[in-house]
């Protein structure tokens, strides 16, 4: 991916300290549009208008967009707005549609990057139009490479307009995210490609709205080059996605409420320090999950210990534990002091839960 071409360079409202994507998540009716686009106009927020017109929904029998008819809508809202467009596409056909109806940006969804034949199909009917503004969202699993191959594929193509879109990871693991951030992830990316612009979607990240701002925040502390936030003008009626989305009022008050840091927009991402703590986050919530279940582990012990009537104190058993620790610790580099202060912790809760399970209490009372 070399001569990429800077976000700032495809389009005006985009030379804005927060350069912004809003609207709402699905193309439901013309009126919707319109009132939505009536209300953002408003604002005074310089933005790029998106809205979904080919759904893809995780399960069948839910509205799956409105498909052409919403691209004649949305030439509407260009023409009596003024605002340039950026809808989702999936197939060659969508593209050539979206095309045909001069969509601005369009942009390739978690459930197509995953998907290397379908970018590639996509890419291959992008040839015929260099000009086109393209953005990659990352693929719902976490493959850094997949998404990097994503829009290698389109760069083949013989665009130079690329984003990538950040919105977050799905997991089977309960998280206060719809789709998890894992910020490491945009990093790294970044790294290996610092030219490449990197929006933020909070929208599909947090999938209620009370997270926006915090991670729409975090975004602009990594230095990200902009946000996809999505809008409508009644969120709690909206067909997909009601619970993320916000009212136009509501979004200027989240844009304005944001703080730019200094360095942002040159192109990199220049905090170092808020990189770094964002790793540090991440691994430190890896420690504790990994704490949990260790302590699972011991407590499923301390029943069979009750059970069996066996003594929970086993000092062999413990020796053992310390000096294999404290070897594995010593090759790593880490601290004799530390290993053992942090391994006597552990034990002294453990010891703890096996208690209060041989006494029948709740285990967290005692640690
Ligand atoms: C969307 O932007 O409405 C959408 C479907 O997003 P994603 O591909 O991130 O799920
Ligand atoms: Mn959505």
């Known amino acids: ?3 990429l071409i800077p976000i700032q360079q495809w389009f005006p409202e985009f030379e804005t300290e927060i350069p912004l994507i809003s609207g709402p998540c699905s193309a439901e009716s013309e009126l919707q549009l319109m009132q939505t686009a009536a209300e953002l106009a408003k604002t005074d927020l310089p933005l790029v208008f998106r809205a979904g017109v080919w759904k893809p929904r995780t399960k069948p029998g839910s509205f799956e967009g409105s498909g052409l008819k919403a691209l004649k809508w949305l030439e509407k809202v260009k ?3 003024g605002f340039r467009i950026g809808i989702e596409v999936a197939t060659d056909e969508h593209v050539l549609m979206a095309m045909d109806h001069g969509i601005d940006i369009l942009w390739i969804g978690a459930r197509t990057s995953v998907n290397p034949f379908s970018v590639q199909e996509i890419a291959d009917v ?3 139009n260099p000009e086109q503004a393209v953005m990659v969202k990352n693929p719902i699993n976490p493959d850094l490479n997949l998404w990097i191959g994503a829009m290698q594929r389109i760069a083949g193509a013989g665009i130079s307009k690329i984003a990538a879109i950040h919105r977050g990871f ?3 693991e309960k998280s206060s995210f719809r789709n998890p951030p894992m910020w490491e992830l945009p990093i790294e990316l970044k790294r290996q490609f610092p030219n490449l612009d990197i929006f933020c979607d909070p ?6 709205r009370d997270t926006l701002s915090y991670v729409s925040q975090k975004a602009l502390d990594l230095s990200m080059s902009g946000l996809m936030l999505e809008s409508h003008t009644n969120p709690d009626d909206a067909w997909t996605d009601a619970k993320q989305q916000v009212t136009p009022t509501d979004l200027q008050t989240l844009i304005n409420n944001l703080q730019v840091r200094k360095n942002q927009s040159d192109g990199s991402f220049s905090v170092p320090l808020a990189e770094l703590r964002t790793e540090i986050d991440a691994i430190d919530v890896d420690i504790l999950k990994k704490i949990q279940q260790r302590m699972g ?3 499923k012990i301390g029943e069979y210990k009750k059970e069996h009537n066996i003594a929970i104190l086993q000092v062999n058993r413990w020796d ?3 000096s294999d620790r404290m070897a594995i610790g010593n090759k790593m580099g880490l601290d004799k002091n530390f290993m053992k202060v942090f391994l006597e912790q552990i034990h002294k809760a453990s010891i703890s839960r096996q208690t209060s399970i041989l006494n029948n209490e709740s285990a967290s009372e005692n640690v």
């Open 1 to 3: 991916m070399k001569n």
């Open 79 to 81: 023409s009596e707005f």
């Open 126 to 128: 992008l040839a015929s």
């Open 170 to 172: 799905s997991t089977w």
């Open 203 to 208: 929208s599909h990240i947090c999938g209620v």
């Open 297 to 299: 582990i011991v407590d």
């Open 320 to 322: 053992e534990i310390v």
